[in-house]
């Protein structure tokens, strides 16, 4: 089983990007997935999750600007990213409980500057 992430990308303050996170391999279930990030000197940190039903939660920090979405039939998963403020750049990482398992993808890099 594998993650693949992808969509970062340099971004003007204000701006938007799309993440998307494909999971592959002998996949029985997938239960949440979701987006994490860890910028520079910092901890790894929680931005948003999705349940297998739909539910969602955000950090704080990225309500009414981040949304999360998932399309099961192709074991997706995404993160419109809008209003990017210089404090989003992070390495993104997207992770999902598959089998019973929790995967990582490798990372994608966010960087909001001017």
């Known amino acids: 089983v594998q993650l693949q992430a992808s969509g970062g990308g340099l971004v003007q303050p204000g701006g938007s990007l799309r993440l998307s996170c494909a999971a592959s391999?002998?996949?029985?279930?997938?239960?949440?997935m979701g987006w994490y990030r860890q910028a520079p000197g910092k901890q790894r940190e929680m931005v948003a999750v999705?349940?297998?039903?739909?539910?969602?939660n955000y950090a704080d920090s990225v309500k009414g600007r981040f949304t999360i979405s998932r399309d099961n039939a192709k074991n997706m998963v995404y993160l419109q990213m809008n209003n990017l403020k210089p404090e989003d750049t992070a390495v993104y990482y997207c992770?999902?409980?598959?089998?019973?398992?929790?995967?990582w993808g490798q990372g994608t890099l966010v960087t909001v500057s001017s």
């Open positions: 999705v349940a297998s039903g739909g539910t969602s």
């Open positions: 391999g002998s996949i029985l279930i997938i239960g949440a």
């Open positions: 992770n999902a409980l598959i089998n019973m398992r929790a995967y």
